[in-house]
């Protein structure tokens, strides 16, 4: 079995000098990692369904 490594991405809204996550796609959810520390790998990983419970209310304060 080979394993794809992730692609993480940083928000645009993010500065050089902000305390932020990476996140990334996966299958059935998003997996997150410190930004700071990119080679310790993902930290948590999130279903679909709690991801999105947690981005409406993010997205909903534009």
């Not at 796609?25 to 080679?39: E, I, N, Q, Y």
């Not at 948590?44 to 709690?50: C, N, Y």
Request: glycine fraction near 4%.
């Amino acid at each position: 079995m080979t394993t794809e490594p992730l692609a993480f991405s940083t928000s645009s809204r993010s500065s050089d000098r902000a305390d932020r996550v990476d996140v990334a796609d996966l299958p059935a959810g998003a997996a997150l990692r410190d930004s700071k520390r990119p080679a310790a790998g993902h930290l948590l990983s999130f279903p679909g369904a709690e991801w999105e419970a947690f981005l409406s209310p993010a997205r909903a304060t534009r």
